[in-house]
């Protein structure tokens, strides 16, 4: 009787594990596959042979897919870290040394203009430009904007703040006024803006208690925002009541039914629905006495076994905000100007914040994540516009970071490149090599140390 109660649960798991999964893998597969495309069409379109097209890598010739049409091969490989194209006649990943010892062939890479070459190579991040570009204003058109005005917010008791909001000197109930001198129209999306974020210095005027005040948060914000939460920073105080409840779950053996609300979780207010959550995981693996309001206003304190995860196993219906949503629809002109400079500064921001952990500013540790936590952003329930939203987000930093001029990197070749535009002379083949190995073995210290980063934060290390 126990395993089938626990069952709808574990089955859940599993179909959010799958998703999260799922999810992961499209979005590298799109981005991968377009990012490569990119080289693809460049080369072909200056008679450059190429002589594979993979996504993912088919580390020690293990391939899961495969075919040739022309004189291309196309496949998949079993690795899920990246993807390439195999350009003839050029110092690439294959490190094809028989190939560059041959006279030059006049469809090969190394026989055509270094300008030629360098479009080549700037092929793949364009199109990841393109394509974050793209999906961010086909948001923007397709969805609008849709969010409570900071007003009405202010108007019915002020942000609800996080654990993490409170760490840096916010409070339940703070009405926020200004950020950076600018007035606040939608808080959640100014609040989270790369360009407030990644601001030198960043000021909050609030009023709390009826009394104006300033605050300013700490530089490294974006460690912080970094951090895995359930818990939005700031939100409204949005409240719920019980919409269903899982069979067998904690919630349904307390005797929680739909339509009741839980007012308080050990003698602590949990009217507002992200109080309530933080408030069943500082009770996980505990029993807590909850007060549950029922639908006729009677009243009920029941004991409820919290689960270790932190929750009670029940759907919310949240409410108190639902009529004070204000949606702006965009035209494509309005979309495309939005979307673009969005996209930009989304850019903008990455790139500082790259800058900061080179110069030791921010941990790499607490500001970077690997495929782990790529794959828990997406979650574990496909939603289309937090897909898009994140592949979009990917896209960019995907191309940001192809251009670094790192050898193994389109911007290590991009570097060589302008090096040979430069001084008419081009770099030794030899020197293209070692810097391959050098890129190469550099890449994957990274791959190993983001894959190190999530495991670590799975495990609170």
Same mark, same amino acid.
């Given at each position: 009787?126990?395993?089938?109660?626990?069952?709808?649960?574990?089955?859940?798991?599993?179909?959010?594990?799958?998703?999260?999964?799922?999810? &992961?893998?499209?979005?590298?597969?799109?981005?991968?596959?377009?990012?490569?495309?990119?080289?693809?069409?460049?080369?072909?379109?200056?008679?450059?042979?190429?002589?594979?097209?993979?996504?993912?890598?088919?580390?020690?010739?293990?391939?899961?897919?495969?075919?040739?049409?022309?004189?291309?091969?196309?496949?998949?490989?079993?690795?899920?870290?990246?993807?390439?194209?195999?350009?003839?006649?050029?110092?690439?990943? $294959?490190?094809?040394?028989?190939?560059?010892?041959?006279?030059?062939?006049?469809?090969?890479?190394?026989?055509? %203009?270094?300008?030629?070459?360098?479009?080549?190579?700037?092929?793949?991040?364009?199109?990841?430009?393109?394509?974050?570009?793209?999906?961010?204003?086909?948001?923007?058109?397709?969805?609008?904007?849709?969010?409570? %005005?900071?007003?009405?917010?202010?108007?019915?008791?002020?942000?609800?703040?996080?654990?993490?909001?409170?760490?840096?000197?916010?409070?339940?109930?703070?009405?926020?006024?200004?950020?950076?001198?600018?007035?606040?129209?939608?808080?959640?999306?100014?609040?989270?803006?790369?360009?407030?974020?990644?601001?030198?210095?960043?000021?909050?005027?609030?009023?709390?208690?009826?009394?104006?005040?300033?605050? &300013?948060?700490?530089?490294?914000?974006?460690?912080?925002?970094?951090?895995?939460?359930?818990?939005?920073?700031?939100?409204?105080?949005?409240?719920?009541?019980?919409?269903?409840?899982?069979?067998?779950?904690?919630?349904?053996?307390?005797?929680?039914?739909?339509?009741?609300?839980?007012?308080?979780?050990?003698?602590?207010?949990?009217?507002?629905?992200?109080?309530?959550?933080?408030?069943?995981?500082?009770?996980?693996?505990?029993?807590?006495?909850?007060?549950?309001?029922?639908?006729?206003?009677?009243?009920?304190?029941?004991?409820?076994?919290?689960?270790?995860?932190?929750?009670?196993?029940?759907?919310?219906?949240?409410?108190?905000?639902?009529?004070?949503?204000?949606?702006?629809?965009?035209?494509?002109?309005?979309?495309?100007?939005?979307?673009?400079?969005?996209?930009?500064?989304?850019?903008?921001?990455?790139?500082?914040?790259?800058?900061?952990?080179?110069?030791?500013?921010?941990?790499?540790?607490?500001?970077? $994540?690997?495929?782990?936590?790529?794959?828990?952003?997406?979650?574990?329930?496909?939603?289309?516009?937090?897909?898009?939203?994140?592949?979009?987000?990917?896209?960019?930093?995907?191309? &940001?970071?192809?251009?670094? %001029?790192?050898?193994?990197?389109?911007?290590?070749?991009?570097?060589?490149?302008?090096?040979?535009?430069?001084?008419?002379?081009?770099?030794?083949?030899?020197?293209?090599?070692?810097?391959?190995?050098?890129?190469?073995?550099?890449?994957?210290?990274?791959?190993?140390?983001?894959?190190?980063?999530?495991?670590?934060?799975?495990?609170?290390?």
């Amino acid at each position: 009787m126990r395993m089938r109660l626990a069952w709808p649960i574990f089955a859940d798991s599993i179909m959010g594990t799958f998703t999260t999964i799922a999810q &992961l893998l499209t979005g590298l597969a799109i981005l991968i596959t377009l990012h490569e495309l990119g080289h693809y069409l460049a080369a072909r379109a200056f008679g450059i042979r190429v002589e594979k097209f993979y996504l993912f890598f088919d580390a020690w010739g293990f391939k899961l897919f495969k075919f040739k049409k022309g004189d291309t091969e196309y496949g998949i490989g079993w690795l899920p870290l990246g993807g390439y194209v195999k350009i003839a006649g050029m110092v690439d990943e $294959s490190l094809d040394k028989d190939q560059m010892k041959k006279a030059p062939e006049p469809w090969e890479f190394r026989s055509k %203009p270094a300008w030629q070459r360098l479009i080549v190579m700037i092929g793949g991040v364009t199109v990841n430009l393109i394509l974050g570009i793209g999906i961010a204003v086909a948001m923007l058109y397709a969805y609008g904007e849709k969010y409570v %005005p900071n007003e009405v917010i202010n108007s019915k008791g002020g942000i609800y703040a996080s654990p993490e909001a409170r760490q840096v000197g916010l409070m339940h109930g703070d009405k926020i006024l200004k950020l950076n001198g600018k007035p606040v129209e939608n808080l959640l999306r100014e609040m989270s803006d790369p360009d407030f974020i990644m601001a030198g210095k960043k000021e909050i005027l609030l009023n709390r208690n009826g009394k104006d005040t300033t605050i &300013l948060l700490p530089e490294h914000m974006e460690e912080i925002l970094g951090k895995k939460s359930e818990l939005p920073f700031v939100y409204w105080p949005v409240q719920f009541k019980v919409k269903s409840v899982v069979g067998g779950s904690a919630a349904d053996k307390a005797g929680i039914k739909a339509g009741d609300m839980i007012a308080e979780v050990n003698g602590k207010n949990s009217q507002v629905f992200y109080t309530l959550k933080e408030l069943l995981m500082d009770a996980k693996g505990k029993t807590a006495t909850l007060t549950v309001v029922t639908p006729s206003n009677g009243t009920k304190k029941v004991d409820a076994a919290i689960g270790e995860d932190g929750t009670l196993g029940f759907q919310p219906e949240l409410f108190g905000f639902e009529k004070d949503e204000k949606k702006i629809s965009y035209g494509f002109g309005e979309s495309l100007s939005k979307g673009v400079s969005g996209s930009f500064s989304q850019l903008g921001a990455t790139a500082r914040g790259l800058g900061k952990v080179v110069t030791g500013k921010v941990s790499a540790k607490k500001s970077i $994540s690997g495929p782990i936590g790529i794959a828990q952003a997406y979650g574990p329930k496909w939603n289309w516009f937090n897909f898009w939203t994140l592949t979009s987000m990917l896209s960019l930093v995907l191309a &940001l970071m192809n251009i670094l %001029p790192i050898p193994a990197l389109d911007g290590g070749h991009v570097m060589f490149l302008l090096w040979e535009i430069v001084t008419g002379r081009p770099v030794n083949e030899k020197v293209l090599y070692v810097g391959q190995i050098i890129g190469m073995v550099l890449l994957l210290a990274l791959i190993v140390f983001t894959f190190w980063v999530d495991i670590a934060k799975l495990l609170h290390l």
